[in-house]
């Protein structure tokens, strides 16, 4: 693996004395999201494996190419899980693309999002240095938190090469609850049972109907369920899962859809477009041609921002544009770490 | 903390105990969250650690200035930052020796040094206390509005039983409390003969001296110390089981006297004895408590209390839910009291010398005690008690806790 | 003192305190890194924003440094003046805005108290879940500045989980928001860049914190142990049982013995080890956590098992806990305090080597830390008049994280590198890590006038001290020239 590395690391040095951009990837199963893709691929699915795993130290290392599924079968054989609930999109994805991505499911708004559970990474920048961050503990503060940084960054920063992640115990039980109720009461509900103790997992609405998930010891579940009411749903790990990777219809045409995020407790946004709740109300996806500046107005008022997450015209920039005095820290950043802005350029497209 | 004490003060009693309460601190902090004065200002200036340092510097032969006597002159002595601190740092002993120092070092103005010598040498004086309201005149216009303030309605004493037992105690008169309130220690004298103990008032004592002392006067408390040393010595003698005082304020006092007097030749055993043998009125009912109890419940319970722990109780002699345990075991509601840590402003002659905080103080206090709708006040401090019913203007009265013991006791 | 600086300092507001004499700065010269002080040509306590941003457009265009201070509880020195700057103290920035129970989340200024934030929150079954032992004083500005944890962080994170938004203000003065109230925020993540960058990157000025549930049941746990190796093991073993405790602490003989001494928390003296561990959740499911807990406590030769019976009983173990470096300082009248992390495998094989160095060069050695997240605090004891000594417990805890950037784990897990672990930080990091930590920094204050000198060691300095990188007991690397 040192040889690919080295060779990963000639290959980033050659592109920057050539200034020829590099498209970095993994299975691109996420190539949809972001910015448009411009360069020679940088394939990273060889440099593959889970370099240390010890399940009683609830940390795991590995290699960015290694698949998404292999990571989540090996610790699943130990009762753990990655807590982020990573969505695939597509069964080649990459625990790389995962993290270049930051993108959470379901469970993400009740313990956390990817950027949470990175502990450390092993990067390449654009000068062609191979860089660690962070490390294999759970308490670190050396240096600046590199680590999360990479963490959503599309790869315009560096080349992941490994990552340590802190992993938890998968909850034994898990039961999924149905109820019908508008929008205004699904956002309200939820904001409510989130400030209480419940052992809650996940929360979608769509369509009139709201699903609560409970994870947890039996006991706790079986309690959980007795206060909250609903139905009980059959086979909802199917359904949490089509929403996780959306492959549930309302997610399969090629309308442009929009990933609004917003705090918690906004009320019904009322846009005129087929919507799906999701994390107790703090997204919100949604389907349709709409007015880009108006939305993207309407969404900061509420202090959100809005994402054109899939088909549609990218022209208009994917990403909320940044305030002035933010932008400028993001090109310096990018500076520092890409002098000649050589790592998948323009993938992150609100601020150059 | 490291030091480095000056040559003028390392091998003085008083620096050597300095530099040893120096030593200890770890200048974590942890006294700034429940210091009053920090709470108000924000100013690490105004904290105990600040304070701490400024004090410090001041033995490590830095000049000092008046600068450093502000933030002194700020601090309440109040002691939350000792219940605070986890390296037990004992604050008060240090503010002291600091104050002491500072008072010899930078001076007062000439308006300042008479308003303090009226209050050490008049307050000090029983009876003489109305006659400083009458001198207070002359140091407008601070002393007379907030002394003026201070002065309740005068409640009569009741009868005081007559020494009929075989055990017996001493009581302080103090100088303050007779002329606010002289029925607080004859409520002692009566509950404490219901469970067969008389109570003994020696008139020659007086005021226990704290009132100089922490105006950084300590050779005229010294004199005050040895005048009730000398009064109650026969009576200890003949086998007084202990010193009892009612006003908090001047039993943290009474518990220092054997320190205070500890390097004098004559008077160190008779004041470590009286130490030893002080006990603040509610350690004396609490020890009580089994043949009092049934004579209390004997009555209907009373209303909601709200409990204002003095200082000097709970950080000074660090006694700490026992007259709460008392009021509740006596049928008492006890209402919720917010940050029940915080000083109320009224810290000796504090509230007349910076009455701006202590008014601050006092608000805050006030709006905490009535969070819970009592319908009396209790406390354990007159001081304190007074202070808090200038601010009241009789919307709730305010009761020292044994007079409301006696209330009950009278009642069954 | 400069006299341009204080001309612009006067037309801000007449009223801002600015402190000039020595008399009154030195109070200020320190935090509670003791060993350690320089006193600032002035100190401000500016009462909001406007003013903070004001004083740094002064400061930059004049090139004069700017150290920010809060509460002063950081223990690397992170809140140590400048002698040719101005110190910014926050700590009457200490509004307490709106508690949002519905949103759980609280707004608050960066001088607030972090126990404050929790009382304020209560009255809604909410708290701030971050619990550093000095919570009661510790501002929530030095939180996020150093990514403070706390003893409940093994299951509630550290202060970069539990912040959703901040207010900056940068080295030139311009102010802005960085993450938000709503689960993300767009653009590169730099509430995780900030947070933990130990005021170097620019002056935090509010914070929206996320609150959590009080949950519906705890369990505090004590257990005693005859050996420390015996603890150490139950600590792994709990965690492999599928439980993640709310909190996991250790403390050896030296420090159950100092804080049954002051704060008689009725620890069992005959122990050499003792676990505290606390359980939280909903009812059923600590009681499940509890039989397993109890079983691995037992298999490990648990002597003692004692449960809190009452809330009371639960607060007393856990402030003898928080107060226990206090404690300490009865010991001996000084001490020094380490903070590497470790992975939790290595244990008791790092704390016997740690006992064997502590031998080695004949000081006093106890530990007091956070086993569950492999956070190691040993407190080193000398004697600061005795000459020497104090150097040589430097070098000594110098060994010791030494120790844990060779078993894969880092010199500080949350009291940050301060001016305490710049030699540190070179045996961590590379070059051109390091060369990275200060584009990062220019990337924010291109001055460079925001607590200078700190937290990252200038590259010149490695050299000096001779650079030596032993990550993860690779020796240097040949091939990085060092200049
Ligand atoms: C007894 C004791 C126990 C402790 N226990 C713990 C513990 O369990 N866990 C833990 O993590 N820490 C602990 N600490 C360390 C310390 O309390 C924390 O680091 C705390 O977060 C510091 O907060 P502060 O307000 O005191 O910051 P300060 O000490 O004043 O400052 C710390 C750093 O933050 C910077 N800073 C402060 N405020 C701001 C701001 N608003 N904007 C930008 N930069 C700022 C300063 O420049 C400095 O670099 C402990 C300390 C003590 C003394
Ligand atoms: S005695 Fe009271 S006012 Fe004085 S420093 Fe201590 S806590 Fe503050
Ligand atoms: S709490 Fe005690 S040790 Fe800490 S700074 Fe205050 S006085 Fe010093």
Redesign the pocket.
């Known amino acids: 693996m040192e040889n690919l590395i080295q060779s990963l690391t000639e290959r980033v040095k050659q592109a920057a004395s050539n200034n020829t951009p590099l498209a970095i990837h993994g299975g691109n199963s996420k190539s949809f999201y972001g910015g448009a893709i411009r360069g020679d691929a940088l394939d990273l699915r060889a440099y593959t494996g889970i370099i240390d795993y010890e399940p009683k130290e609830l940390v795991l290392t590995v290699r960015a190419g290694t698949p998404l599924q292999e990571i989540e079968t090996a610790l699943e054989a130990a009762g753990q899980m990655l807590p982020f609930e990573p969505p695939y999109y597509a069964d080649t994805a990459t625990i790389g693309g995962t993290v270049a991505t930051g993108l959470s499911g379901p469970r993400r708004p009740y313990t956390g999002a990817v950027r949470d559970f990175v502990l450390g990474t092993r990067i390449i920048n654009g000068k062609g240095e191979d860089l660690s961050f962070g490390g294999r503990v759970i308490k670190n503060?050396a240096g600046y938190d590199v680590s999360r940084l990479m963490t959503g960054a599309m790869g315009t920063l560096g080349v992941l090469l490994d990552i340590s992640f802190k992993v938890l115990p998968k909850p034994t039980d898990e039961i999924t609850l149905r109820f019908e109720m508008d929008e205004a009461t699904a956002i309200q509900r939820f904001n409510e049972w989130a400030g209480k103790p419940l052992p809650i997992s996940a929360t979608s609405w769509h369509q009139g109907v709201a699903m609560v998930r409970l994870s947890g010891a039996a006991a706790g579940v079986k309690a959980a369920r007795e206060k909250l009411g609903g139905e009980a749903v059959a086979d909802a790990q199917a359904f949490w899962r089509d929403l996780r990777d959306h492959r549930a219809p309302f997610f399969e045409d090629a309308e442009p859809l929009r990933r609004l995020s917003v705090p918690s407790t906004t009320s019904p946004l009322s846009l005129d477009l087929p919507q799906w709740i999701e994390w107790g109300g703090a997204l919100r996806w949604v389907k349709g041609a709409a007015d880009v500046k108006v939305l993207r107005e309407k969404i900061a008022s509420v202090g959100g921002h809005a994402t054109l997450f899939r088909h549609g015209d990218k022209s208009v920039g994917v990403f909320h544009p940044l305030a002035p005095v933010l932008a400028k820290i993001h090109v310096n950043l990018k500076a520092a770490f890409d002098p000649d802005n050589i790592l998948n350029p323009g993938r992150m497209d609100n601020f150059s | 903390m490291q030091t480095n004490l000056a040559d003028w003060i390392k091998d003085t009693p008083e620096g050597r105990e300095a530099d040893s309460i120096l030593r200890k601190c770890?200048?974590?902090?942890?006294c700034l969250a429940t210091c009053p004065t920090y709470n108000l200002l924000g100013d690490e200036l105004d904290s105990p650690r600040g304070r701490i340092y400024l004090m410090k510097q001041m033995l490590e032969g830095e000049a000092v200035t008046e600068k450093t006597q502000l933030h002194l002159d700020r601090c309440l002595t109040c002691r939350s930052c000792e219940s605070t601190c986890?390296s037990g740092v004992q604050y008060g002993r240090l503010v002291d020796i600091g104050r002491e120092l500072v008072e010899k070092k930078v001076g007062r103005s000439v308006a300042e040094g008479t308003q303090r010598g009226v209050l050490k040498r008049a307050l000090p004086r029983t009876g003489l206390f109305s006659a400083a309201l009458a001198l207070g005149r002359i140091m407008k216009p601070v002393l007379p509005k907030a002394l003026a303030a201070k002065i309740p309605v005068k409640r009569t004493p009741g009868a005081w039983p007559a020494p009929r037992h075989a055990r017996n105690m001493l009581v302080l008169q103090g100088c303050v409390q007779p002329a606010i309130d002289p029925d607080i220690n004859a409520a002692t004298a009566r509950v404490l003969d219901r469970v067969g103990v008389s109570l003994i008032a020696v008139p020659s004592a007086g005021c226990c001296g704290s009132l100089p002392q922490h105006l950084g006067d300590a050779e005229a408390a010294h004199v005050l110390i040895k005048r009730n040393i000398d009064a109650w010595w026969t009576y200890i003698e003949a086998g007084a089981e202990a010193v009892v005082v009612t006003a908090s304020g001047c039993g943290t006092m009474v518990a220092e006297y054997g320190h205070a007097l500890r390097n004098d030749p004559v008077y160190a055993a008779k004041a470590a004895k009286i130490s030893a043998l002080f006990r603040d009125v509610s350690q004396v009912v609490a020890a009580e408590q089994e043949r009092l109890s049934p004579l209390l419940r004997a009555s209907t319970p009373p209303s909601r209390v709200a409990f204002h722990s003095p200082c000097t109780l709970q950080h000074g002699l660090k006694i700490r839910g026992v007259v709460e345990g008392l009021l509740r075991d006596a049928g008492f509601e006890l209402t919720a009291v917010p940050d029940g840590h915080l000083c109320c402003g009224s810290a000796g002659t504090y509230s007349i010398l910076q009455p701006e905080l202590s008014k601050q103080l006092r608000g805050n206090k006030i709006a905490a005690l009535t969070s819970g709708s009592p319908a009396v006040i209790a406390s354990a401090n007159v001081a304190c008690m007074a202070h808090l019913e200038s601010g009241l203007d009789g919307k709730v009265p305010v009761r020292h806790w044994i007079e409301m013991l006696d209330e009950q006791l009278a009642a069954s | 003192m400069n006299a341009g600086l204080l001309a612009d300092f006067s037309r801000i507001t007449p009223a801002l305190n600015v402190i000039t004499d020595h008399e009154r700065l030195r109070p200020f010269e320190t935090?509670?890194f003791i060993s350690h002080r320089a006193v600032p040509m002035c100190a401000i306590l500016p009462e909001d924003e406007t003013q903070v941003a004001a004083i740094l457009a002064s400061c930059s265009a004049r090139g004069v440094p700017v150290?920010?201070?809060?509460?002063?509880?950081?223990?690397?020195?992170?809140?140590i003046p400048s002698e040719d700057g101005v110190l910014?103290?926050?700590?009457r920035?200490n509004h307490i805005g709106k508690v949002d129970h519905q949103a759980r989340t609280a707004t608050v200024g960066?001088?607030v108290?972090?126990l404050a934030v929790s009382d304020a929150a209560a009255a809604h079954n909410l708290f701030y879940a971050?619990?550093?032992?000095?919570?009661l004083?510790?501002?929530?500005?030095?939180?996020?500045?150093?990514?403070?944890?706390?003893?409940h962080?093994l299951k509630y994170g550290?202060?970069t989980h539990n912040v959703l938004q901040v207010r900056?203000v940068l080295s030139g003065g311009e102010s802005m928001t960085l993450g938000s109230r709503a689960l993300d925020a767009a653009g590169y993540d730099l509430m995780a860049v900030?947070t933990g960058?130990?005021?170097?990157?620019?002056?935090?000025?509010e914070?929206v914190v996320k609150l959590t549930p009080v949950p519906e049941h705890v369990e505090t746990l004590l257990a005693a142990f005859p050996s420390v190796t015996d603890a150490a093991n139950a600590v792994g073993r709990i965690i492999g049982a599928g439980v993640v405790p709310a909190a996991l602490e250790m403390m050896d003989k030296m420090v159950i013995e100092a804080c049954e001494k002051f704060m008689s928390a009725g620890f069992p003296l005959d122990a050499e080890a003792l676990l505290l561990i606390e359980l939280d959740g909903v009812r059923e499911e600590v009681a499940d956590q509890l039989v397993r807990v109890e079983q691995v406590l037992n298999d490990c030769h648990a002597q003692e098992i004692r449960r809190a019976k009452s809330d009371a009983e639960r607060e007393k173990l856990w402030k003898a806990r928080?107060?226990a470096?206090?404690a300490l300082a009865t010991i001996r009248p000084d001490y020094y305090?380490i903070?590497g992390t470790i992975p939790r495998r290595c244990l008791p094989d790092v704390l016997a080597r740690y006992t064997q160095l502590a031998e080695e060069y004949r000081m006093l050695v106890a530990n007091v830390f956070?086993a569950g997240d492999g956070n190691l605090?040993p407190c080193i004891f000398y004697d600061a008049t005795v000459p020497g000594e104090m150097e040589r417990s430097e070098e000594l805890g110098g060994k010791m994280l030494e120790i844990c950037v060779e078993v894969g784990g880092t010199i500080t897990?949350?009291?940050?590198v301060?001016v305490e672990k710049l030699r540190q930080m070179c045996v961590q990091f590379r070059e051109a890590e390091l060369a990275t930590f200060h584009a990062i920094k220019a990337a924010f204050d291109p001055a460079g006038i925001?607590?200078p000198g700190?937290?990252v060691p200038s590259l010149k300095r490695c050299a000096e001290w001779g650079g030596m990188h032993v990550r993860e007991g690779k020796m240097p690397r040949a091939d990085i020239p060092r200049f």
């Open positions: 503060v | 770890v200048h974590c902090g942890f986890p | 935090d509670a150290v920010t201070r809060g509460a002063g509880t950081g223990i690397s020195g992170g809140a910014l103290v926050l700590t920035m960066p001088g108290r972090n971050p619990d550093p032992s000095s919570q004083i510790c501002s929530i500005g030095g939180n996020v500045a150093e990514n403070s944890g706390g003893v962080c550290l202060t900056l900030v960058s130990e005021g170097m990157l620019g002056l935090v000025t914070v928080k107060g470096f206090a305090t903070d956070h605090h897990g949350e009291h940050g301060g925001l607590n700190k937290g």
